[in-house]
């Protein structure tokens, strides 16, 4: 054989070989991208994280529900995608549904015809406009559109006796509430409302839960990828082509077959201990509301600042229905709590606040659809609350 013909036999043989690896990295690609579409599309495991970790003790949350109701509000809740916002740095994309509804501005519409407000917002005088911010708590993951917070907060307030009497105006109350929001962000989410315009005559911040969150899920598990992204700039060609494959059906089998070693480093500062991070995170809590009521009194905006109940503080957990693992990702939490009881008072300087920390004690009754999220009645107890609060001369508007 010439050498010529060696050489074509040798290039075939490598040209054979690589078709053939490429072949079966294709065919791996469509099986496992075929698994995660039969399980997930077709419905064929739930597609939430709450029906999949609780199983049937979930459908004990929704009295009057079908369990096949119960699972399309859950999978509906919990397969919708967050989307991006500069500076949040992401939002509730817009989504139609059943059971949730976002409008494209961002806020969860109250249904009913002529029931939400509109939007834009209408010139001055016509309605007195709420701004409601928080998070998934807020918003009203696990319920529908009819139980959430907002929802019931509108109802109460344009009720006989209550601020729309007083104000002989309607009041519309817009839910800019989501997912895994704190104070910080909501504070920043205020300022981007205001500088495209929108100015509400008071804005309503429910918060609590999540600020024992944010260190350990919104900062790092939001951060890293931009961090990520900003230091792959000059990275090697495989560098980008491993996190590419990384996010292929095979790339992702893969990761979850290979446990990566973590590395430890020296460098990194020793964690603070609850107390220590309740501390920090109670101190960080009443910088952002100083900062959100300093921006409102200088737009003459009314505002409010709600510690919203959580389960690990003042509930009877023999009543709660998913009380295992409450405090796992909410750091100090407790602490937490028990320190905003002593200190509220002193961190008023004037501002608008309305504490409901204690609101389900003595309670006996479930009053949450997984481990941290409101049933609707529970939702109503909240905003009956703050309706009684903003009608009431303290918490009245200007």
């Given at each position: 054989m010439s050498k010529a013909a060696r050489l074509i036999a040798w290039y075939k043989g490598v040209a054979l070989f690589c078709f053939n690896i490429f072949v079966v990295i294709l065919l791996l690609n469509v099986i496992f991208g075929l698994q995660r579409w039969s399980t997930q599309i077709l419905g064929l495991t739930p597609n939430d994280p709450i029906t999949e970790s609780l199983g049937?003790?979930?459908y004990a949350a929704y009295p009057g529900m079908?369990?096949?109701?119960?699972r399309a509000l859950l999978?509906?809740?919990?397969s919708r995608t967050l989307g991006y916002q500069s500076f949040t740095p992401f939002r509730e994309r817009a989504h139609a549904g059943s059971y949730v509804?976002?409008?494209?501005?961002?806020?969860?519409?109250i249904p009913g015809a002529g029931v939400q407000g509109p939007w834009p917002l209408p010139t001055s005088g016509q309605q007195y406009t709420i701004f409601l911010l928080g998070g998934s708590t807020t918003f009203g993951y696990g319920v529908a559109d009819d139980q959430t917070i907002a929802k019931h907060l509108q109802a109460a307030l344009n009720a006989p006796g209550s601020l729309s009497s007083k104000l002989n105006k309607p009041v519309r109350v817009y839910n800019f509430a989501t997912g895994f929001y704190y104070s910080s962000q909501e504070r920043i989410l205020l300022q981007q409302l205001l500088l495209q315009g929108h100015t509400p005559d008071r804005v309503v911040f429910i918060d609590g839960l999540n600020e024992f969150a944010a260190d350990n899920l919104v900062d790092h598990a939001w951060g890293a990828p931009t961090k990520?992204?900003?230091?792959?700039v000059n990275r090697p060609a495989m560098f980008h082509f491993g996190k590419w494959f990384a996010q292929t059906p095979l790339g992702r089998a893969a990761g979850r077959a290979i446990k990566t070693p973590k590395v430890v480093n020296p460098n990194e500062p020793?964690?603070?201990t609850p107390q220590q991070q309740a501390k920090r995170t109670w101190d960080r809590y009443i910088i952002n509301t100083r900062l959100s009521a300093a921006l409102c009194a200088g737009l003459k905006i009314d505002c409010t600042f709600v510690w919203q109940p959580v389960p690990q503080f003042a509930y009877e957990l023999k009543n709660h229905l998913f009380a295992e693992?409450?405090?796992?990702?909410?750091?100090?939490?407790?602490?937490?709590?028990?320190?905003?009881?002593t200190q509220a008072a002193r961190a008023s300087e004037g501002i608008d606040r309305l504490d409901l920390a204690a609101l389900q004690q003595g309670v006996n009754?479930?009053?949450?659809?997984d481990r941290v999220h409101y049933t609707g009645a529970m939702n109503k107890r909240i905003a009956q609350r703050i309706a009684e609060h903003l009608s009431s001369a303290a918490g009245g508007a200007r």
């Open positions: 049937e003790r979930v079908s369990q096949e109701q119960v999978k509906e809740t919990w509804n976002v409008h494209e501005a961002g806020f969860r519409i990520e992204l900003m230091d792959s020793q964690p603070l693992n409450l405090s796992s990702g909410f750091v100090g939490i407790e602490d937490g709590y028990a320190l905003s009881q009754e479930n009053l949450y659809v």
